[in-house]
């Protein structure tokens, strides 16, 4: 893998982690979305990149 896609998916998980973060548990709930699964569900999301 290249620096510049690695690079990429960081930026992608950071920028997750950081939006879900910001919800609060009652918005993250009727997303159903537990605040313990963030991190997994920003890994997820990287790796689709």
Do not use: P
Request: no cysteine; glycine share 4%; charged share 25%.
């Amino acid at each position: 893998m290249n620096i510049v896609k690695t690079i990429r998916k960081w930026n992608a998980y950071n920028r997750t982690v950081r939006e879900l973060n910001s919800l609060d548990n009652h918005l993250l709930n009727d997303l159903g979305i537990n605040r313990g699964d963030i991190n997994r569900l920003a890994r997820d999301h990287a790796n689709q990149m």
